[in-house]
T-cell receptor, first 115, second 109 residues
Framework: EAGVAQSPRYKIIEKRQSVAFWCNPI?????LYWYQQILGQGPKLLIQ????????DSQLPKDRFSAERLKGVDSTLKIQPAKLEDSAVYLC?????????????FGPGTRLTVL | GQSLEQPSEVTAVEGAIVQINCTYQ??????LSWYQQHDGGAPTFLSY????GLEETGRFSSFLSRSDSYGYLLLQELQMKDSASYFC??????????FGSGTQLTVLP
C-alpha cells in the first residue's frame, strides 16, 4: 500500500513570495490533516479535512494560509505572502476515519525555508 | 484547548529500559497517542491508549491514567535504532491530535 505522498520535498523562497504544497493521502482515507512542525517542536495542526469539508482550521493563519481538498482526495496548502517565521516542515497526514484509534499516517513532509 | 508536557531529553544505554512521561491539560480528551520521529523523517505511530491501563506492543508499552492526566511510554531492551524523538499526542473530539514538544531519546552503546 502506498503511503502519503507530498511534494516538493524542499522549497526555498524569499519572504513575501508565495508557495504551494501538494499532498496525496493513502487511498481510501477520508480524513486529511496539514501540520506545521517548527524545528525542535511537535507538529501543530493547521487544518483538518473530512472528505472535502473542513473539520478544524482554528489554528490556520487565514490571512496568509489557505488550503483546499477538491474532490475529497488530493490537497494543496498555500502560503501567500510568506514570512520568515513560516520556515518549518509542513507535514500531511491521513486517516481512515473509523473512529477509535484512527491512526494518522504521515507523509515525508516539505521543508520550507523562507529567506 | 490542550497542552502536553514531556521531558525534552532522555539518555539511556543499549539494553536498558526507559520511561518517557507525559502530563496533559485538556478539554475534550479522547485518548493519548505516542509517535516516533527520526531526524528528517515523518512521525510514525507507536501506540494509543483510549482507556486507563497498559497497552503492550512488542518492546513498547504505553500507559494512561485519566484521573491523573498522565501517561507514559516504556521502551524495553533499548536498541541504537530507538534513538529518535518521541511525542505524546492528545486526541480531541474530532480525532485531531495535539502534540507535545517531544522527548529526544539518545541510546548509548
Amino acid at each position: 500500500e502506498a503511503g502519503v505522498a507530498q511534494s516538493p520535498r524542499y522549497k526555498i523562497i524569499e519572504k513575501r513570495q508565495s508557495v504551494a504544497f501538494w499532498c496525496n493521502p493513502i487511498s481510501g482515507h477520508a480524513t486529511l490533516y496539514w501540520y506545521q512542525q517548527i524545528l525542535g517542536q511537535g507538529p501543530k495542526l493547521l487544518i483538518q479535512f473530512q472528505n472535502n469539508g473542513v473539520v478544524d482550521d482554528s489554528q490556520l493563519p487565514k490571512d496568509r494560509f489557505s488550503a483546499e481538498r477538491l474532490k475529497g482526495v488530493d490537497s494543496t496548502l498555500k502560503i501567500q505572502p510568506a514570512k520568515l517565521e513560516d520556515s518549518a516542515v509542513y507535514l500531511c497526514a491521513s486517516s481512515m476515519d473509523r473512529g477509535g484509534t484512527d491512526t494518522q499516517y504521515f507523509g515525508p513532509g516539505t521543508r520550507l525555508t523562507v529567506l | 484547548g490542550q497542552s502536553l508536557e514531556q521531558p525534552s531529553e532522555v539518555t539511556a544505554v543499549e539494553g536498558a529500559i526507559v520511561q518517557i512521561n507525559c502530563t496533559y491539560q485538556t478539554s475534550g480528551f479522547y485518548g493519548l497517542s505516542w509517535y516516533q520521529q527520526h531526524d528528517g523523517g515523518a512521525p510514525t505511530f507507536l501506540s494509543y491508549n483510549g482507556l486507563d491501563g497498559l497497552e503492550e506492543t512488542g518492546r513498547f508499552s504505553s500507559f494512561l491514567s485519566r484521573s491523573d492526566s498522565y501517561g507514559y511510554l516504556l521502551l524495553q531492551e533499548l536498541q541504537m535504532k530507538d534513538s529518535a524523538s518521541y511525542f505524546c499526542a492528545a486526541t480531541g473530539s474530532a480525532r485531531q491530535l495535539t502534540f507535545g514538544s517531544g522527548t529526544q531519546l539518545t541510546v548509548l552503546p
